[in-house]
């Protein structure tokens, strides 16, 4: 059975849900844009050859944007 990126997702937040035995779970959101963001910045980057301008088309962002993202994440491209 082939899985997508939504299918996974939902199988580390249940997983993340359970490890926390009871516990209220807070901030998800942010945890889940953080833990995502710098691996895909990466890999785009890298796919993109470290052409900025090609990454942020890819992306859907706007060439600034991307270079605050690259800078947050102390990523040198």
Request: aromatic share 6%.
């Amino acid at each position: 059975m082939e899985q997508n990126l939504p299918d996974n997702i939902e199988i580390l937040l249940d997983k993340y849900i359970k490890d926390l035995e009871g516990e209220e779970p807070k901030s998800i959101y942010n945890l889940v844009i953080q833990s995502v963001e710098k691996p895909l910045l990466i890999y785009i980057m890298n796919y993109a050859q470290g052409n900025q301008s090609r990454a942020a088309k890819i992306l859907g962002l706007n060439r600034n944007t991307l270079r605050k993202k690259l800078e947050q994440h102390n990523l040198n491209f």
